[in-house]
DNA sequence: ATGGCGCCGTTTCGGCGA
């Protein structure tokens, strides 16, 4: 079967692609990835800056609303066999483009921005719960029908103590660190045999990959590790490194979350 | 317990995100 050489996906949640896009396109040129998956493009369709991207040599399949959401997929050649929403259940995003699949060089690509669901008792949580079991029985299909598959995105979810910059105790109380979304983050994985990259070959504390705006300048290093690249079976062994760019948070107007770049390569 | 910041838009503040 089919297999690159090496392989560099990145993940970016940009919280608004239109005024992010100067440091986009900067990022892809220092780069170079094979595929930059992004959330919270904030832009409908019509509005998505193709041209740009295009004239910078780079090809997007994209799925976007007005305001809010949207993710993309961009790459130096087209993605194809393009895929909006949950494939397995396409209702359970209730509209909202927080999910789109693409193929790249074989590798199939699911590009995920899950609910962050507010607080416990809100009815965002049941639906991010919602969304969690779509993603579940997704992921399970996607790893039977595609050889190398690739789950990368905004989870927003912490997986560990390690992954948050406060005790486990105080974190639990959080939405994105209670008990029962870790275990819907295990579940996901334990299911369809996907592997969190970063912790098959990094154990260490304080790697993150959000910042909340409203500790910045106060407390920088007071991030989550909620984007993570999930790893089908076939592609474990090839895992290299995992890196989280956090030099963009120094850039004047950064997003709140980096980039966060999978490398793999033949063992 | 609260709020802090940043983005969007039938925009100049309220809704939403994390």
Not at 36 to 49: C, G, I, N, R, S
Not at 55 to 76: D, T
Not at 104 to 123: C, F, H, I, K
Not at 181 to 188: D, G, K, T, Y
Request: aromatic letters at 8%; a neutral charge.
């Amino acid at each position: 079967m089919f297999m690159p050489a090496s392989f560099k996906v990145a993940t970016w949640n940009v919280n608004s692609l239109r005024l992010r896009l100067p440091q986009v396109l900067a990022w892809l040129n220092e780069n170079q990835p094979t595929a930059l998956v992004l959330q919270e493009t904030k832009v409908e369709d019509a509005l998505f800056p193709l041209a740009a991207l295009n004239e910078a040599g780079w090809q997007a399949a994209y799925h976007g609303q007005k305001s809010y959401n949207g993710v993309a997929i961009l790459a130096r050649e087209a993605p194809t066999n393009v895929q909006l929403g949950f494939s397995t259940n396409p209702s359970a995003t209730e509209g909202q483009a927080r999910v789109l699949a693409a193929t790249v060089q074989g590798v199939r690509l699911l590009n995920l921005y899950l609910p962050q669901g507010e607080a416990t008792d809100s009815p965002k949580f049941a639906f991010k719960q919602r969304c969690y079991a779509a993603l579940q029985a997704e992921l399970v299909a996607l790893a039977a029908q595609y050889p190398h598959v690739i789950a990368s995105g905004d989870y927003n979810i912490a997986a560990d103590a390690r992954d948050v910059p406060i005790p486990a105790k105080r974190a639990e109380k959080q939405v994105m660190f209670t008990p029962e979304e870790q275990q819907w983050l295990a579940q996901v994985q334990a299911a369809s045999g996907l592997r969190d990259a970063l912790r098959l070959v990094n154990q260490d504390a304080g790697i993150y990959s959000w910042f909340d705006y409203r500790m910045y300048g106060r407390s920088p290093t007071h991030g989550w590790r909620i984007d993570y690249h999930m790893v089908s079976p076939t592609l474990q062994p090839r895992v290299r490194r995992v890196t989280h760019h956090t030099a963009v948070r120094a850039l004047p107007q950064p997003s709140d979350h980096v980039p966060v770049v999978l490398e793999l390569e033949l063992v």
